[in-house]
């Protein structure tokens, strides 16, 4: 199958830092990418839909200055957390259609000091 | 966006057959059913899809009734290493975000 990477697999960064986090289709082109939350115990909540070429489109709730994306290639979505506080501490993951499926990247452990 | 409903949590025991159902009511014509398995602090793999019937692979069953409100995913034999977070979702092909339920937590005890 399709194999989406995530980079890097884990960060730890001072409060007030930006992050950014990189998210790849390896062996195929992908217009569109997601971007997905985790916290612990719970479920992965859809952040954005990143989109090649144009504007992310973004979930109610979720900070467009915050969380910038950007979709420069059809094989790279890039995520940065902005201004990162302890509370964006999470499991960011991201995802790539290719035919009839979705392929998820193995996420990224984001620590917020 | 369909709604999906699946049990919060299931036991079983190595070598038994695990079925979660998951009820998805409001699923649109254009709507597949697709399985998802998550280990902790991983990326979810997708296990198996279909429309309508039965679907079958290598690792699991996949049955849906000819209304197509609820589905269930057969696990023949789980191992201990079955153990994970099972999510239904009901998805529209091409592009299409994906919402994702609570999923089930599926305990594979010795």
């Known amino acids: 199958g399709a194999v989406v990477s995530q980079h890097p697999s884990w960060v730890i960064c001072k409060s007030g830092t930006s992050v950014k986090i990189e998210c790849r289709s390896l062996d195929f082109q992908a217009t569109t990418m997601f971007w997905y939350r985790q916290f612990p115990k719970q479920s992965l909540m859809l952040m954005a839909t990143s989109n090649e070429g144009s504007k992310a489109t973004y979930e109610q709730g979720v900070e467009k200055d915050k969380f910038l994306i950007n979709h420069a290639s059809l094989t790279l979505s890039t995520l940065t957390v902005t201004s990162a506080h302890p509370e964006d501490s999470s499991f960011y993951i991201c995802?790539?259609?290719?035919?009839?499926?979705?392929?998820f990247g193995p996420g990224t452990r984001l620590t917020v000091l | 966006l369909a709604k999906t409903t699946q049990p919060i949590s299931m036991d079983s025991y190595e070598g038994q057959e695990v079925n979660i159902t998951c009820s998805h009511n409001?699923?649109?014509?254009?709507?597949?059913i697709t399985w998802y398995q998550q280990f902790p602090s991983q990326g979810p793999r997708f296990i198996i899809q279909?429309?309508?019937t039965k679907v079958t692979n290598e690792v699991a069953s996949l049955f849906i009734p000819a209304d197509r409100k609820s589905s269930t995913l057969s696990l023949p034999r789980v191992s201990l290493s079955d153990t994970a977070v099972y999510y239904c979702l009901v998805v529209v092909s091409g592009g299409f975000k994906t919402i994702f339920g609570a999923g089930t937590r599926l305990f594979v005890k010795a």
């Open positions: 409001n699923i649109a014509t254009n709507d597949y």
């Open positions: 279909g429309y309508k």
């Open positions: 995802s790539a259609e290719s035919g009839d499926e979705q392929f």
